[in-house]
């Protein structure tokens, strides 16, 4: 059976520029500090801008950032026009934290990721984390911070619609997990489109992936919805177009499948190809919630 053709997918990026403060939906203070401690033992190099060969003090929190869906400036000077300034009292982790090591003002960059520490590219070491008051070294230089985004305190749970067990039904999350799964789809890239899709969710590589080969869209308001269910005839357009699947001959006709029905050449494909026979009932369940057994079926014989 013929599968569509899969794209490379390339990085999606949330883009935040100029001052103010953005509020990352997409990302904690524990993704963000352990995103940032993620590099640590990259090598320095300067201009670099690939942790495999070496990245500067910039380009290492140009890169932290965009893990998180946020754009930074290249450059520390153009990354210290960003944001709101902060004071030393006040810092918060993921604040960008600023020094004069050259004498001739903004010259480094890191993140600072609280208890009075920060990571840093540095020209001796890589990526390191050290003290922001160093008596020998970073003290003296520092200079100030900027807040680029607010990030929140906690993971928070999802929202899935009240009164559906998701032990039973499959949501669009796990939909997406699934079906990325049986195309072998490349999900490396976690960072999201969807402000509720967060890169550290579980569905966020397959989500970014299904969407970059147009099977999955977002709603009116650009959101993906995760925690909300997928009705068959829903699911039927989904496999369709994953699958590029054609018309194989005659289809079965269910009695709430009218032709005018929107979903109706989408679900005669489905049967053309022998992947639903319906229900019991003659009736295809075009407003029925998938059900985790039903998604399994059809993948089963969509991948044999």
Same mark, same amino acid.
Request: charged share 20%; aromatic share 10%.
């Given at each position: 059976m013929k599968k569509k053709f899969l794209l490379p997918v390339f990085a999606s990026f949330v883009i935040f520029t100029g001052v103010g403060v953005n509020n990352a939906e997409a990302a904690t203070i524990t993704e963000v500090t352990n995103t940032a %401690?993620?590099?640590? &033992?990259?090598?320095? %190099?300067?201009?670099?801008?690939?942790?495999?060969?070496? +990245?500067?003090?910039?380009?290492?929190? /140009?890169i932290v950032f965009s893990k998180l869906g946020i754009s930074l400036n290249r450059t520390t000077g153009? /990354?210290? /026009? /960003?944001?709101t300034a902060v004071s030393k009292d006040n810092l918060k982790e993921g604040d960008l934290v600023f020094f004069n090591t050259t004498g001739a003002g903004v010259s480094h960059v890191g993140v600072y990721i609280g208890s009075g520490k920060f990571i840093s590219s540095t020209t001796s070491a890589g990526v390191v984390e050290d003290n922001i008051n160093d008596p020998y070294y970073w003290g003296s230089r520092y200079i100030g911070a900027k807040r680029v985004a607010n990030f929140t305190e906690e993971d +928070? #749970? #999802?929202? %899935?619609?009240? &009164?559906?067990d998701f032990r039973i039904y499959a949501s669009r999350g796990e939909v997406a997990l699934q079906l990325a799964k049986a195309l072998g789809v490349d999900t490396s890239n976690t960072n999201s489109p969807f402000p509720d899709v967060k890169p550290s969710s579980k569905y966020a590589g397959a989500v970014v992936a299904l969407n970059k080969l147009g099977v999955f869209n977002g709603d009116q308001n650009g959101k993906f919805n995760p925690g909300s269910p997928l009705t068959r005839a829903q699911l039927a357009k989904v496999l369709v177009e994953a699958f590029d699947l054609r018309l194989q001959g005659k289809a079965a006709t269910f009695k709430d499948v009218p032709s005018s029905h929107w979903a109706s050449n989408y679900i005669a494909i489905l049967s053309s190809n022998k992947i639903t026979t319906g229900k019991e009932d003659g009736t295809f369940g075009v407003n029925d919630k998938v059900t985790l057994k039903h998604l399994n079926v059809f993948l089963d014989r969509l991948t044999k």
């Amino acid at each position: 059976m013929k599968k569509k053709f899969l794209l490379p997918v390339f990085a999606s990026f949330v883009i935040f520029t100029g001052v103010g403060v953005n509020n990352a939906e997409a990302a904690t203070i524990t993704e963000v500090t352990n995103t940032a %401690k993620s590099f640590i &033992g990259t090598p320095y %190099k300067y201009g670099g801008t690939d942790i495999s060969t070496g +990245i500067d003090c910039s380009a290492y929190t /140009q890169i932290v950032f965009s893990k998180l869906g946020i754009s930074l400036n290249r450059t520390t000077g153009t /990354q210290y /026009q /960003q944001g709101t300034a902060v004071s030393k009292d006040n810092l918060k982790e993921g604040d960008l934290v600023f020094f004069n090591t050259t004498g001739a003002g903004v010259s480094h960059v890191g993140v600072y990721i609280g208890s009075g520490k920060f990571i840093s590219s540095t020209t001796s070491a890589g990526v390191v984390e050290d003290n922001i008051n160093d008596p020998y070294y970073w003290g003296s230089r520092y200079i100030g911070a900027k807040r680029v985004a607010n990030f929140t305190e906690e993971d +928070i #749970e #999802e929202v %899935k619609d009240a &009164g559906i067990d998701f032990r039973i039904y499959a949501s669009r999350g796990e939909v997406a997990l699934q079906l990325a799964k049986a195309l072998g789809v490349d999900t490396s890239n976690t960072n999201s489109p969807f402000p509720d899709v967060k890169p550290s969710s579980k569905y966020a590589g397959a989500v970014v992936a299904l969407n970059k080969l147009g099977v999955f869209n977002g709603d009116q308001n650009g959101k993906f919805n995760p925690g909300s269910p997928l009705t068959r005839a829903q699911l039927a357009k989904v496999l369709v177009e994953a699958f590029d699947l054609r018309l194989q001959g005659k289809a079965a006709t269910f009695k709430d499948v009218p032709s005018s029905h929107w979903a109706s050449n989408y679900i005669a494909i489905l049967s053309s190809n022998k992947i639903t026979t319906g229900k019991e009932d003659g009736t295809f369940g075009v407003n029925d919630k998938v059900t985790l057994k039903h998604l399994n079926v059809f993948l089963d014989r969509l991948t044999k």
